[in-house]
């Protein structure tokens, strides 16, 4: 028997665009000729699974269908969502459609997830559809690369050949991060490996009014052309939380299969600029590199309401003091230790540090040292030309 992928693509990814009302769901965006979600479609085409089901709202019913088409993905099933009420009833709807068997294998993945090595992945999958019954339920774990108070982690015991879970804590601190780490904590993925029956199972014993009222929206549910549309009515009767807290806090019966491999969910213009200074030697062209008196820049990629660049500082190299009316930057440093001016403070940064500079904030970049200095730059706002400048100092002679 296949394993039933299960996209969850109900995600609007506000942290990327702060007080923005109207900006794209992050696995929707266009990072060069890809989304995030086209590549989870992809993974989903490994002979392993089924024919993928796609869990999301009417908002992205367009957008689903475009990358279904581009993907090349025929056989498929889709449903709407009348109301966002988190993921513990989109996940339990999803496993209620009656294409999935009762003790069929399923997989739920972020619909906004970067993962590499997949081969890893998928030996891993291969290794422990074994081990699932009609009631527990495993989840995948990341080894953290760095600490980090982005994610949630999981600590775990070995039992035998599993590694079963013990504690879940929901984004620490910096400091009880490093403290994870150490006791060989994991990031949780948010990525879900268990039976049909396993998720019937809980439902019913941890959270019977969602389970109750999730069965009534597929059932008086609304089909056509490959979609379920749920009844509103009984669906909004279900309690709107995150399946970790209604159910992998409650069951313990929880296992957990731990990944080494390159994972980001991109919820950062941090973790995208990481992400672009990976693959940067993929977007370098010459007629996108422009030389200054302080040294040069790069344009990387122009996406929809942000740019990405690299900037290259030389020895001694100081960019002008200046500030923009139109974006707000991220950057992110790869190279050096460059002295940066935020309004009126001054300090240093090392390699994999960030610094944010909010719309209208006056600023600077110098490189004191004789080492050269790299920077990836995010720049995110409605207007995105060299023109949005005002320079109040500048060495080179170009104050206005």
Same mark, same amino acid.
């Given at each position: ?22 900006? #794209? ?181 941890? #959270? ?24 509103? #009515? ?87 003091? #200046? ?78």
């Amino acid at each position: 028997m296949k394993i039933c992928p299960v996209i969850l693509c109900g995600g609007s990814g506000t942290r990327l665009w702060p007080g923005e009302k109207k900006h #794209q769901a992050k696995q929707f965006i266009d990072f060069g000729n890809w989304t995030l979600f086209g590549k989870t479609l992809e993974r989903t085409k490994n002979s392993l699974f089924d024919r993928p089901i796609i869990s999301t709202n009417l908002k992205y019913l367009k957008e689903v269908k475009k990358h279904l088409k581009k993907n090349k993905i025929k056989k498929y099933k889709i449903i709407l969502e009348p109301a966002k009420m988190n993921t513990a009833p989109a996940i339990l709807s999803a496993a209620l459609i009656k294409d999935i068997q009762i003790d069929q294998p399923l997989i739920f993945l972020s619909a906004d997830h970067l993962i590499e090595k997949e081969n890893i992945f998928i030996k891993e999958i291969k290794r422990n559809i074994q081990n699932l019954t009609d009631k527990n339920i495993f989840i995948f774990g990341i080894k953290p690369t760095t600490p980090s108070s982005e994610y949630g982690y999981f600590i775990t015991k070995k039992n035998k050949k599993i590694n079963k879970v013990t504690k879940f804590i929901e984004k620490p601190s910096l400091m009880r991060a490093k403290k994870i780490i150490k006791q060989k904590g994991c990031w949780n993925s948010g990525m879900f490996f268990l039976r049909k029956d396993s998720i019937i199972y809980n439902f019913k014993k941890y #959270q019977i009014k969602t389970y109750k009222n999730c069965i009534s929206a597929i059932e008086k549910s609304k089909y056509k052309k490959n979609t379920y549309y749920l009844n509103k #009515q009984a669906f909004i009767k279900s309690s709107a939380k995150s399946f970790d807290y209604a159910i992998l806090e409650k069951t313990k019966d929880i296992n957990a299969i731990k990944l080494n491999i390159p994972w980001s969910d991109l919820g950062s213009w941090k973790e995208i600029c990481k992400m672009y200074n990976k693959i940067k030697k993929k977007y370098v062209k010459k007629k996108n590199i422009f030389y200054r008196p302080w040294g040069r820049y790069t344009n990387l990629f122009n996406g929809k309401n942000f740019l990405i660049k690299e900037l290259f500082v030389k020895s001694n190299g100081i960019l002008s003091l #200046q500030k923009h009316f139109h974006r707000a930057e991220h950057w992110l440093v790869t190279q050096g230790s460059p002295k940066i001016t935020l309004n009126k403070k001054h300090f240093i940064k090392k390699p994999s540090e960030t610094i944010f500079i909010p719309l209208g904030a006056i600023h600077r970049i110098e490189n004191p040292n004789r080492k050269p200095v790299k920077i990836i730059e995010a720049q995110v706002g409605s207007i995105l030309k060299e023109t949005d400048i005002v320079r109040y100092q500048d060495i080179y002679g170009r104050v206005n």
